[in-house]
């Protein structure tokens, strides 16, 4: 075999390289892009409940950082349990910052008060704010869930939502994800990233005194697709 | 017989372009893309708004360009289905009284199902990392095979070729570590993948370099050996193509393909160490130990059907 056809044979094999790493290229683009377009499902209304320590929260609290929000009560046996598990494994996977905090609100106030939290927190291994468990009058909390989350609150206590909202800086939802799945909680690690990184002008007094925002690892890969279709495309035609 | 040998390549081809496409997917997070298997949201084809989506599928998993990345190598992946059926069809039809030619193609067969229905598990699992492993190491099996099918349909088609060549018979079992190597290095890899992924989800804000740290002894494990098997592998190579009298095109074909090969697979296992695992690198750091396997898989079979060279009987 010549020099010549195996010099031939490698630039033949570069050019297929440099097509697969384009059209590569665009598809990682795309989908990078994909999953930062996270919609605005809704506003999050006000509402004021109570802390486990007594404090009061309010919608307030839940701007400049990014909150994921849940509805439970502490006697369930069936359904909290793996909810808190999950949440929990958020809690300790987003512990190296402030900006993102995770609220429980009770469905059965009634028993649920702030000492029964408290030890309840105690239990998950909460030992900071960033997990805030919420107690507060009844029909507060059906309004907030149903008209607020939009997440149906009929045959309390064990009638609650088992999703988890997602909210950002400014107090808008941004998703509803499964809390008795794996798969949704995945793409709810994903999209907390996303949104930290997104709408950092609407970050809170407490994160800005921080130096800068929360290191993210992530791909910087995006370029325009149009002018990768039209190479790739070229490319392949040829 | 033509047929056989245009099915055949197509076949072996096909493989490893699933493979790449494959690796894109997972690089691309679209490895959930479609919840369930075989349907993608509960249809045939993937939807394209949320509108269509079946009302007991969980809306707040469809990502519309996911889906349809991840289709795609399903789709990709039913055609190399049906390229192998014919293929298998072909071989006992007219090679039947080649078995190194029909009994690989029967063993693709079922390495190529099995891969499919495994692909469902992998998805129903949201995507566990051994079944994620398996999948790969799967596919770089029934690229092997297909490989060494087509190597063997070639010497049956034309015995005549290559008759003349004689090749360095130490390079043998040097060519055989390095594959076996390789095929370890692979596995390494995966399993190097499969930590670094629980690594970011336990630690989501946390750096490439705090991850590689927190992963442990195994990624110096994968980029010695990485050294090790590019080492054998070019020093394989440049034995072959400087000693080997009047050697097989193919043979000589491979024996470039592979200094090349492992030059760019060496290049990209040092970019991913310095400037982070960005996800194009991953996706050509696994084809390229594909492409790999197939240029030692080529040399090594040449090797052991060819004579040893005069001075060396």
Redesign the interface.
């Known amino acids: 075999?010549s020099k010549g056809t195996?010099l031939g044979?490698?630039i033949a094999?570069a050019i297929v390289?440099v097509t697969?790493?384009v059209c590569?290229?665009i598809?990682?683009s795309?989908?990078?892009?994909?999953?930062r377009e996270i919609p605005v499902l809704g506003t999050v209304p006000e509402f004021e409940f109570t802390t486990r320590d007594g404090k009061e929260f309010t919608r307030d609290d839940l701007l400049g950082r990014i909150s994921v929000v849940d509805f439970f009560f502490t006697s369930c046996v069936t359904a909290c349990p793996v909810m808190s598990g999950s949440m929990g494994e958020l809690y300790?996977?987003?512990d190296?910052?402030d900006e993102v905090q995770f609220v429980s609100i009770s469905v059965q106030p009634s028993v649920d008060t702030p000492a029964v939290l408290r030890a309840y927190a105690e239990e998950q291994g909460v030992t900071d704010d960033r997990w805030q468990f919420l107690t507060g009058p009844l029909a507060g909390v059906v309004t907030l869930s149903e008209q607020g989350f939009m997440l149906p609150a009929d045959n309390l206590p064990m009638g609650h939502s088992t999703k988890f909202a997602l909210v950002d800086r400014r107090g808008r939802i941004r998703?509803?994800?499964?809390g008795m799945?794996?798969?949704?909680m995945?793409?709810l690690?994903?999209q907390?990233?996303v949104l930290l990184e997104t709408d950092v002008s609407a970050r809170g007094a407490a994160a800005s005194a921080a130096a800068e925002p929360?290191?993210?690892?992530r791909?910087r890969?995006y370029v325009s697709p149009v002018a990768w279709t039209g190479v790739c495309s070229l490319s392949v035609w040829r | 017989m033509t047929g056989l040998r245009r099915f055949s390549w197509a076949s072996t081809i096909a493989t490893f372009i699933v493979i790449f496409t494959g690796g894109l997917v997972r690089v691309s997070g679209a490895g959930l893309g479609c919840p369930d298997w075989p349907k993608c949201f509960g249809r045939w084809l993937p939807p394209t708004s949320v509108d269509q989506l079946p009302p007991e599928i969980d809306a707040s998993l469809f990502n519309f360009t996911l889906a349809w990345i991840e289709y795609g190598n399903r789709v990709l992946g039913m055609v190399l289905g049906l390229l192998i059926v014919v293929t298998a069809i072909l071989a006992l039809v007219h090679a039947r009284r080649h078995i190194k030619v029909w009994l690989p193609s029967l063993i693709a067969l079922v390495l190529v199902a099995w891969l499919g229905w495994q692909g469902g598990q992998v998805v129903a699992s949201g995507l566990e990392p051994v079944l994620v492993a398996a999948h790969l190491l799967l596919s770089l099996v029934l690229a092997l095979v297909l490989l060494y099918m087509t190597l063997s349909l070639e010497a049956v088609l034309d015995p005549a070729r290559g008759r003349g060549a004689s090749y360095p018979r130490k390079l043998t079992p040097w060519l055989t570590g390095t594959w076996v190597l390789a095929l370890v290095q692979a596995a390494i890899g995966t399993q190097l993948r499969g930590a670094l992924k629980v690594m970011r989800e336990v630690e989501p804000l946390g750096g490439h370099s705090e991850w590689m740290a927190a992963v442990g002894p195994i990624s110096n494990v994968h980029q010695m050996l990485g050294v090790v098997v590019v080492g054998l592998a070019l020093h394989s190579a440049a034995t072959f193509l400087k000693r080997a009298e009047r050697p097989e095109p193919l043979a000589r074909q491979a024996a470039v393909a592979l200094i090349a090969v492992a030059s760019v697979q060496l290049l990209l296992g040092l970019a991913m160490l310095l400037f982070g695992t960005h996800a194009l690198l991953q996706v050509f750091h696994l084809w390229m130990s594909a492409l790999l396997l197939g240029s030692l898989l080529v040399l090594l079979v040449h090797l052991r059907r060819a004579r040893p060279l005069a001075h060396e009987t």
């Open positions: 075999m195996q044979g490698l094999g390289a697969l790493a590569a290229g598809v990682l795309e989908a990078d892009r994909s999953k300790r996977a987003f190296d910052t998703g509803y994800y499964n799945e794996n798969k949704p995945i793409k690690r994903e907390i990233m929360p290191r993210v690892f791909r890969f």
